[in-house]
């Protein structure tokens, strides 16, 4: 392990040292975060990501348990913190005069000190934040989600912007016109919500933690999840749409 990366990790555990009994805190969830669960149009998992995200957002100081577990998992699995790294790639597509244009950007990080990183930020982002409101769930959110996903999915990978060029905005505006305000997350890589809704929190080599923020953002008062698992794959897809329907939107995390 080389002097920077050792400093790293002292200065990581030093961090989180006063984190350390919040470990021996016994989890008690409040019952009433279930709150699709008289909803015929949701399978039991897309209701289980409903809980997921509601954990978060009404108890954030007992969730930040979940996530001093995730940080000493990682720690444990990068003790020597070799140069691994890993890569990440942004795509932008611009059409001028009917031609398309895309813009690539590869960003080669350490794959362990990046996500270190990024829950350190998340256990500072949970000390901040009060208990925000429940999530409900909204069946033209979910009409947006599942139509997506469905659309998508013989691709082999599911994006923002659609093959037909729709963006998330276009597709809540279609499906769901009383919602005024909307954002959306697109993951995969766990198989379980709790796994979907950590790693998106964490949001390790996402430049801004987008996909944290719209998850911790106040103002939603409606989600839509859905689950793709029309790909061939162990463990598919999640669509995250989240919308308010309300205007003026004061976005809480619009100066980190």
């Not at 080389?2 to 409040?30: D, H, M, P, R």
């Not at 082999?156 to 305000?181: L, T």
């Not at 919308?243 to 004061?250: D, N, P, T």
Request: glycine share 4%; with cysteine.
């Amino acid at each position: 392990m080389n002097t920077c990366a050792k400093c790293f990790l002292v200065l990581i555990l030093l961090a989180f040292s006063a984190y350390e009994s919040l470990s021996q805190t016994i989890l008690q969830w409040n019952k009433q975060l279930n709150t699709a669960v008289h909803v015929d149009y949701m399978t039991d998992t897309e209701k289980e990501m409903v809980i997921e995200l509601n954990k978060v957002r009404t108890d954030p100081e007992q969730y930040k348990i979940l996530v001093l577990d995730e940080l000493k998992k990682t720690i444990s699995d990068s003790t020597d913190l070799k140069s691994f790294t890993s890569y990440s790639i942004r795509k932008k597509v611009t059409v001028v005069e009917g031609i398309e244009h895309a813009e690539i950007d590869t960003i080669y990080n350490n794959y362990y000190l990046d996500r270190l990183t990024a829950i350190r930020d998340l256990l500072s982002d949970l000390d901040s934040i009060e208990p925000m409101q429940i999530l409900k769930p909204h069946k033209n959110l979910y009409k947006a989600a599942k139509e997506h996903g469905n659309k998508e999915a013989h691709l082999g990978e599911i994006n923002h912007q659609a093959q037909d060029g729709s963006w998330p905005w276009d597709r809540v505006e279609k499906a769901a016109p009383d919602i005024e305000f909307s954002k959306e997350n697109i993951a995969m890589g766990g198989c379980t919500p709790a796994e979907i809704v950590m790693q998106l929190l964490i949001d390790s080599g996402v430049p801004g933690y987008g996909h944290r923020y719209n998850i911790l953002n106040p103002n939603w008062e409606f989600v839509g999840c859905r689950e793709v698992t029309e790909m061939e794959m162990e463990c598919g897809y999640w669509i995250q749409e989240f919308g308010k329907q309300h205007s003026k939107i004061a976005d809480h995390f619009s100066n980190k």
